[in-house]
Structures are given as C-alpha cells and as structure tokens.
C-alpha cells in the first residue's frame, strides 16, 4: 500500500490540494483553485508532466475539485492509477471535541456542522470540501486535522478568558489557538536538530505568515499560545490586529457608530500590517522602510515589539527554555525581524549570530551565536506534510 495522502484545504472560495508522500513529505503535485463561484476563477496546477494555469469559469468546490482530478491526469500523477492512502482534510476548528486528528464519518461530519458557530468563516468551507471530496473518493478513507488539535494540552488557567464563568460553560468561549499542525510539524523537527526526544524541550516557536501565532510548548505539548477563540488575537499580522484592548469595540461603535459586523471586518481585514503602514505583504513594508518611509518602519517596530513581548511572556511561562523557532513566510525570510524581535533580550540567554542570521533566510538552520544558552533556529515549517502524516497514522492504526 502506498504512503500517498491528497491533503486538500478547503477555503470559502478557494481549493488547495497536495498530493503528498507522508513518509518522505514529498509533494507529488500541488494546486491551487482560487475565485470559486466568483468571476475570475482560475486554477492552477503543478505536477511530474508540467505546469497547468486555467481560466475557465469554476462555479463549486465540486466542480473545482473534478477540474483538479482532470489536471491529475493530464499533468499527473494520475489519481486513477494511484493508490491513494487517505484524503487529508484540514479543518480551522475542531473545538474543545477534537484533540487528535479523527477520521471522517457521518457523525464527524455533523459534529465538525456544530462547531461552525465558533468559525463561522472557515469550518463551512472546510465542510464542504470533505462532503465533496468524500462523493469523488468514495472508497478512500477521509481524515480530518484539526487547526486547533494541537493546542488543546492548555491548562484550564491558560485557556480561560477572565470573563463571566456562563461564557465557556454555556456557550465554549474560551482560547482555542490555531496553526496547530505548524506548530506541531516543527516542533517535532527542531527537538529532531537539536538531537533530543521532544518531551525533553522547551521552544517557543513563533509562526510568522499571513497569519501569526506564537506558542509555548513545554515537552513536545503546547502549554499557551497567541490566538485564542479566534485567529485574531495575539501577534499582529498581515491584516489582523491581534490584541488590542477590548472596550475599543464599545468606543468605536459609540463614537462612530459602527456596527459589530463592520468593527469585526476592519480587525480581521483592515488592521494590522495593512493597517498601520498600507501594505500587508512584508516585503513591500521591508522595501519601504528601507527607503526611509515613516508608517513602514512604524509598522515594522509594532510587529517586532509584539513578538518580543510574547518571547518574555512564554519564557517566563516556561521558566527554562531550549529554542526559540522561527517558521513560515516572514519567519523563515526576514533576518530584520528575527534580529529586531529578539534585541536586547541577552540577559535571558538570547542572542543571535548576524552573519548566521542573514545567512539563514530561506536555508534555515541555527542563528544563536555560539555562548547563546538559547539555540535559536529558522526552520521551514510544512502543514501539508503534517497533515500526511497524521492522516496516515489514523488510517494505519
Ligand atoms: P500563509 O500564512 O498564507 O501560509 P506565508 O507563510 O507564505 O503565508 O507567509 C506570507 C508572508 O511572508 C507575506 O507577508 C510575505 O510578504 C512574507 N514573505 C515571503 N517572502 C519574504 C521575504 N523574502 N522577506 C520577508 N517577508 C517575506
């Protein structure tokens, strides 16, 4: 039997697919369907026989995933002749009900429909990519990988908001975190290089994409991390704010008059890196602070100084720690942030190697300086692989 898993992500109007070897973590293929039921759709895909792009109109995750298959065969590999381990679906929200990647069934199904309350956004797409996925590979067993699975070792203390005892009880308000599989993935690979069992580390490992997220994990666990009911606490990120003081919502909508659905849309779309400076690409924040523009380099000393602070508060929650671990798109390229995150924090064991440093970007590998009694490593973190993986070992158990 192969170790072939087809991981597909699922998004309101997108379908990214992978078609991956969860032993060696190899993609096969990979493929994007972007503007579903929207103008504009177009499909991408990569595969052994060459490079596909179509623009043809795609009006349903359905379709999407039936013009995917079509692009398997012609560019290959072909799902036909392959003999397909599992289907890896990542799901957003797996709630407080799911600590451990679960496969698919009816039951799941309605289940994972119940928690769309708590992701209102990404679980119904999500959803519909397994219903889909689960009619064209009928005799295939479907997997889903939590986002959230990851992060549920919280201690109830770190885990609960100080807010009426009703909220979680009644109505599951309470952290969550998410970028689970990443965190997890790395994880795993750094205790790897640094040549230790994972339940003897302490990391912080910093996620640093779109998205942003920092964890603690103490022993291979995690024990805190930055986002919380939402993606939108913690770090701030390409277009989300991350913390911010809670009664700004009661200001903006007594001030301004905002609705709750509009205060909620600038946080999540208009805030955060595009917010302070304009530009959510980091790249295009780094270029224009080089050329000397003031909002830029703003921007960019909000973003360190976030990371830093959460750095000084998941130490302390460790007490000791192995690594600090950068990962994902301005974790693994950036030397600028990596260095400006972790200034002046020697006094805590921390430092980096400048030459080290601007080395690793996209190579990844350690940047502490020799005599730092931290390690501090960019690793290059792989969710495809770790849903492969994990929907693999579920379907072998
Ligand atoms: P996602 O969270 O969507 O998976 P990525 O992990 O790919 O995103 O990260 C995307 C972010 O990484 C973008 O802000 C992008 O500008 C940034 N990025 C990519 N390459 C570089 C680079 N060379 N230097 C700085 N930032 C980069």
């Not at 087809?6 to 994007?32: P, Q, W």
């Not at 991408?44 to 995917?68: K, M, Q, S, V, W």
């Not at 979680?168 to 599989?181: A, K, V, W």
């Not at 580390?201 to 986002?227: E, W, Y």
């Amino acid at each position: 039997m192969s170790d072939l898993v087809l991981v597909i992500n699922a998004g309101s109007s997108s379908l990214k697919y992978s078609l991956v070897d969860a032993a060696s973590g190899d993609a096969m293929a990979t493929g994007l369907v972007e503007r579903i039921g929207e103008s504009g759709s177009s499909q991408l895909h990569h595969g052994p026989n060459g490079e596909f792009h179509g623009d043809e109109p795609i009006a349903t995750h359905e379709e999407a995933l039936r013009t995917a298959i079509d692009a398997f065969a012609t560019y290959g590999p072909s799902l036909g002749g392959t003999d397909l381990a599992a289907v890896g679906h990542r799901v957003v929200h797996g709630g407080a009900r799911f600590s451990t990647p679960t496969l698919v069934d009816d039951a799941l199904v309605a289940e994972v429909g119940e928690l769309i309350p708590l992701a209102p956004l990404h679980n119904p797409a999500n959803l519909e990519g397994i219903e889909v996925a689960r009619r064209l590979f009928p005799d295939v067993p479907h997997v889903a990988v939590f986002d959230t699975a990851f992060h549920q070792t919280l201690p109830p203390y770190a885990y609960t908001y100080a807010a009426p005892f009703e909220w979680s009880r009644d109505h599951g308000i309470r952290r969550y975190g998410f970028h689970g599989t990443s965190h997890s993935f790395v994880s795993r690979l750094v205790a790897q290089m640094l040549g230790r069992h994972p339940g003897e580390v302490n990391l912080i490992v910093l996620h640093l994409g779109n998205g942003c997220s920092a964890t603690a994990v103490r022993g291979g666990r995690s024990v805190d991390t930055s986002m919380g009911l939402t993606p939108l606490e913690g770090l701030v990120m390409g277009t989300r704010s991350g913390d911010i003081d809670p009664a700004i919502h009661g200001h903006l909508a007594r001030e301004l008059g905002w609705s709750i659905d509009e205060i909620d849309r600038v946080l999540n779309s208009e805030s955060g890196l595009k917010g302070l400076t304009g530009d959510n690409d980091f790249r295009e924040v780094l270029r224009r602070r080089d050329a000397g523009d003031v909002r830029a380099q703003l921007g960019f000393e909000v973003y360190c100084y976030r990371i830093r602070k959460y750095i000084g508060a998941y130490y302390a929650v460790l007490g000791t720690v192995d690594a600090v671990v950068f990962t994902a798109g301005v974790g693994q390229h950036s030397a600028e942030v990596r260095a400006a995150s972790l200034q002046g924090l020697e006094s805590l064991g921390i430092s980096i190697d400048a030459g080290r440093n601007s080395e690793a970007s996209g190579t990844g590998g350690v940047v502490s300086a020799d005599d730092s009694r931290v390690a501090v490593l960019v690793v290059a973190t792989n969710e495809e692989w770790e849903i492969a993986r994990q929907a693999l070992q579920i379907v072998r158990a």
